[in-house]
Every structure is written in C-alpha cells, then in structure tokens.
C-alpha cells in the first residue's frame, strides 16, 4: 500500500444488549441457548474451557467485545483492555492461528481488574497455572509458550469469525465446560422467549423419564407413515 493504515482501530460505542437481557441468561446451560436457536450457534468444540473447567469454575455469561488479532497477534486484545467494562466477555480472534499463544496470565490479570468476565480465543494460551492463580475462565484451543506480537494491524468492537461463528462486538455469550454460544444482538429477545419454551420441554421430559419413559420414537406411527421399515 502507499499509505500505511492504522495498526490499531478501536470502535468505542457499538450496540450493547442490556443488563435485563444479559440477566435473562444467568444460570442457563449452553445447551438450552443452542436449543434455542434451531440447534445451532455454538463455536467449534476445539475451543474448549481451559484444564476441562477442572481448576476454574468455567461460566460466563455477559458482552461480547471482539478484538481481531489475526494471526500470532495480540494488540487488538491489548486495545480492548480500553474500552471494556464489568461484565464484558473478551473474544480475542487469531483466525485459527495456534503457533503462538494470544495470551497468558497477565493480560487475564489486567483483563480481570477491569472487570472482565470470560476470555475467549480460536488461538492457544500460555501459562495454565498463573491464570488459575488469576481465576479468569478462559476458553481456548490448546496451548502454546511462544510468544505473540503486538505490532498490529488490529480491531476492537467491530466482530470476526471465530471457531465458525461470526462474533460481533455486542452479541451475548454464554459460555461453560460444553463450549461457547453466540446469541447474535439482533435475536437477543426472540432467544430470551424461546429459552422459556425450551425449559419448559426439558423439564415435562425430565420428569416422564423419572416417572419411567424409556424411549422416544413411536416406531408404529413411523412404519405406518412410511418413515422407518424393520429389517430381519
């Protein structure tokens, strides 16, 4: 290029869901939230809590604030620490990149004075034992001791594809030891309405099959309508 672009971007003032919306969440399994929404919108599997969940009580659920990295980058990460506040839920994008770490325990100790809830990455992290010593939930995909950089370029509060889901700066994440849902901002009342609905499917469920249901197909009524044979 002839001009050289910025090497960090920051937009401060992108759509925020409110702390009702966010609340309506609280104490909701992902799997509820994927529900939800079809069956769908969780990220990929490999990004995973950190140690299994087995050292940090892994659940978030708060303000997506996207930093996009891109790879074995970590200056957007490093802008986001400006612009976010309690309750937020850091989603650090490294496009897959998983040669370097996108951070360790320091950045989660600063993320965490700021009074970030969750970090999230497609890319690797280092230094298990400090950030349980920090106590920040974290979900990544593996680990890595190399070091990143932070030259740039990079953007905060804008959105990224990240475990394949896009994530923009604003939607709700929900987060435990099955994975992380994205609800996109635009669904975030219709997701709130079918999350209700979903509960109260799971719960009539429950408590057939503690009342004795031991199976879920009526095979009779698929035979009939064509839908399943029997085949000795």
Request: hydrophobic share 45%; proline share 5%; glycine share 14%.
């Amino acid at each position: 290029m002839i001009e050289s672009p910025p090497i960090l971007t920051i937009r401060r003032n992108f759509p925020r869901p409110t702390a009702e919306q966010v609340e309506a969440f609280r104490g909701v399994p992902t799997g509820f939230v994927c529900d939800a929404m079809g069956g769908q919108g969780a990220m990929a599997a490999e990004i995973a809590a950190i140690g299994g969940g087995r050292d940090i009580d892994c659940h978030a659920v708060g303000t997506a604030v996207v930093a996009d990295n891109g790879p074995s980058e970590i200056l957007a990460s490093l802008g986001a620490l400006e612009i976010v506040v309690p309750g937020d839920v850091v989603i650090a994008a490294m496009h897959g990149h998983r040669d370097c770490a996108s951070g360790g325990d320091l950045v989660c100790g600063m993320l965490k004075n700021k009074g970030v809830i969750g970090f999230i990455t497609d890319g690797a992290m280092r230094d298990y034992e400090g950030i349980v010593e920090v106590g920040m939930p974290v979900w990544c995909n593996g680990f890595s001791p190399n070091s990143p950089n932070g030259t740039g370029p990079g953007k905060v509060g804008f959105g990224a594809s990240v475990g394949g889901r896009v994530v923009s700066s604003g939607d709700i994440i929900v987060a435990d030891e099955n994975g992380v849902v994205v609800v996109p901002f635009e669904q975030i009342d219709a997701v709130i309405e079918a999350v209700a609905h979903v509960k109260q499917l799971e719960a009539d469920l429950e408590a057939e099959i503690k009342a004795g249901k031991d199976g879920f197909l009526d095979l009779d009524e698929m035979v009939a309508a064509g839908q399943a044979v029997f085949v000795d």
